[in-house]
């Protein structure tokens, strides 16, 4: 496998959409430590060209960005034109689950028509080297957890929905042009930062995911966090996740890239790490490695939302040879290094020496 990859390294770039994203920017510069030559598309919507700034600085590569969209065909025709490109890490996508259940058209436009435009350009170019960014909202609410690849599907939420149908959609079209070689990786709470403390989660506007709040009202941003139900059938009523951290995730993608340019057909895994955590255990940890209080009050339950999800991560080890290393205590580390050195994100800020 080192050969043929080293072989593709030297061929062809790695087309990377949502690049500038807080998990796009860390598979960015995981690639590049890894000497793969990218190119990122990302139409900045909730992602800043500074990400790519730093994960240069860090890297020492360039990380080239192309600001567009990818329902925008033109765009990517002459993207492919000019450019080798060889594999496709897809990121770009809306991923709020509350956001989703009020807007589901802009979800099922962006996610579901979006993937379309981007399958059919790339086929008519010959790239048919595919990583996608599902997530473990596909499975809905759970009937047993762990949960396994081959769970019961069923997403309550359209977020979940239109990764649902992206899957299916790819599914379909390995099995109908047998060289498309696609990998499907349903992730779960991907939490933390790197260890530079220079990139990290910047959600634009009010946070939807826990952590980023937790981290904002340590940093003293927001008063307290809103806990989303405290009467959930779990140990302490607060819901239950599988956190994992972004690090990890990223060397997962790594992982999945290898296999696609080594093996045709379809294949979906879960990366998590097998343990699931509590809404009031993160916060604990936070407080913990922070040193700061996190207020908190409970609200009502969000729409859309479960009691308890966590991963079967064996199939990932399995067929990447890859797990999960990190555990939450530097998963609360390593966002509050990023936090607390960029307490405002990266709007206006200056990288941290």
């Excluded at 990380?63 to 060889?86: C, F, K, M, S, T």
């Excluded at 509350?98 to 979006?114: I, M």
């Excluded at 990190?326 to 994100?345: F, T, V, Y």
């Amino acid at each position: 496998m080192g050969d043929g990859r080293q072989a593709a390294q030297a061929r062809a770039t790695v087309l990377v959409t949502g690049g500038a994203g807080y998990i796009g920017s860390h598979t960015v510069l995981a690639l590049l430590q890894a000497g793969w030559p990218v190119l990122v598309l990302d139409n900045l919507c909730n992602a800043s060209a500074e990400s790519l700034r730093r994960v240069e600085r860090i890297a020492g590569r360039p990380a080239p960005l192309v600001v567009g969209d990818i329902r925008d065909e033109a765009l990517l025709d002459d993207l492919l034109a000019r450019h080798q490109i060889g594999s496709v890490l897809h990121f770009a996508g809306l991923k709020a689950v509350g956001e989703s259940v009020a807007r589901p058209l802009d979800y099922y436009a962006n996610n579901v028509a979006g993937t379309g435009v981007l399958l059919r350009c790339l086929g008519r170019a010959g790239v048919r080297r595919f990583v996608f960014s599902s997530s473990a909202t596909v499975y809905g609410d759970p009937e047993t957890v762990p949960l396994h690849e081959e769970a019961r599907t069923g997403p309550t939420n359209p977020y979940g929905r239109s990764k649902w149908m992206v899957e299916m959609m790819l599914e379909d079209l390995a099995a109908a042009e047998p060289d498309w070689a696609v990998g499907i990786l349903r992730y779960f709470n991907p939490v933390g930062a790197h260890e530079s403390g220079l990139i990290g989660e910047d959600p634009a506007g009010i946070p939807n995911n826990l952590m980023p709040f937790v981290a904002q009202v340590a940093v003293g941003r927001r008063e307290h966090l809103g806990v989303f139900g405290g009467d959930w059938p779990t140990a302490d009523g607060t819901g239950v996740r599988d956190y994992i951290h972004v690090v990890d995730l990223a060397r997962g993608h790594l992982a999945a890239l290898e296999r696609v340019h080594a093996h045709a057909g379809a294949f979906t895994v879960n990366l998590g790490t097998g343990k699931g955590f509590s809404v009031l255990e993160m916060v604990h940890a936070f407080e913990r490695a922070s040193g700061r209080p996190v207020p908190y009050r409970v609200v009502e339950r969000r729409a859309g939302d479960i009691a308890e999800c966590w991963a079967d991560p064996r199939r990932a080890l399995e067929l990447l040879g890859w797990r999960a290393e990190l555990g939450i205590e530097r998963m609360c580390e390593d966002a509050w290094r990023w936090q607390s050195r960029n307490p405002d994100g990266y709007r206006g800020a200056t990288a941290p020496g």
